[in-house]
T-cell receptor, first 116, second 110 residues
Framework: EAGVAQSPRYKIIEKRQSVAFWCNPI?????LYWYQQILGQGPKLLIQ????????DSQLPKDRFSAERLKGVDSTLKIQPAKLEDSAVYLC??????????????FGEGSRLTVL | QKEVEQNSGPLSVPEGAIASLNCTYS??????FFWYRQYSGKSPELIMS????GDKEDGRFTAQLNKASQYVSLLIRDSQPSDSATYLC??????????FGGGTRVLVKP
């Protein structure tokens, strides 16, 4: 079974530039998550999709971050314009469970962003 | 106030000893609890899940849950150098929402 695919693995940009990250979850997984992990910290949830609907985006800085999940499969996370504090690893994860029960999350390898 | 709290460490343990990691959470309606291991530069991977009060053992790992005290712990018996990693406590709530703690870094010394 193929895992969660993410690209690019690494990205270096200057502040005020824009960047986009792509995620392809495990086939059949209804729930998709984007987490931000700053060095030395735990992952912080940015947005959670159930199929192609947003379940939780309360911690997404909506003035600069946007995300979409087309047709309930692939997802894109965009940052525009980037700030220095956006330097982090952006982790995409998917889960087969829906409803009220939380199951295991399967993580991609992450996209490491450096903002100069 | 952080929703899921862990001691950041590092927790240094000699090889063969027991490593004890703790986690507290603030949301009383939390339903599920997980321990993820994250090696440096890698993504988190699930090592334990626990849903009801008490102990759950899986190989050298034991998870303990006390919902009344809002407390979860992980014991690693016979610690090996390969156990050196950051251990993330994660708490699940309704709607498949999973909140992570900051992680505890564990160093197992040969």
């Amino acid at each position: 079974e193929a895992g969660v695919a993410q690209s690019p693995r690494y990205k270096i940009i200057e502040k005020r530039q824009s960047v986009a990250f792509w995620c392809n979850p495990i086939s059949g997984h209804a729930t998709l998550y984007w987490y931000q992990q700053i060095l030395g910290q735990g992952p912080k949830l940015l947005i959670q999709f159930q199929n192609n609907g947003v379940v939780d985006d309360s911690q997404l800085p909506k003035d600069r971050f946007s995300a979409e999940r087309l047709k309930g499969v692939d997802s894109t996370l965009k940052i525009q314009p980037a700030k220095l504090e956006d330097s982090a690893v952006y982790l995409c994860a998917s889960s087969p469970r829906g409803g009220l029960d939380t199951g295991e999350l399967f993580f991609g390898e992450g996209s490491r962003l450096t903002v100069l | 106030q952080k929703e899921v709290e862990q001691n950041s460490g590092p927790l240094s343990v000699p090889e063969g000893a027991i490593a004890s990691l703790n986690c507290t959470y603030s949301d009383r309606v939390s339903q599920s609890f997980f321990w993820y291991r994250q090696y440096s530069g890698k993504s988190p991977e699930l090592i334990m899940s626990i849903y009801s009060n008490g102990d759950k053992e899986d190989g050298r790992f034991t998870a303990q849950l006390n919902k009344a005290s809002q407390y979860v712990s992980l014991l690693i018996r016979d610690s090996q150098p390969s156990d050196s990693a950051t251990y993330l406590c994660a708490v699940g709530a309704a709607g498949n929402k999973l909140t992570f703690g900051g992680g505890t870094r564990v160093l197992v010394k040969p």
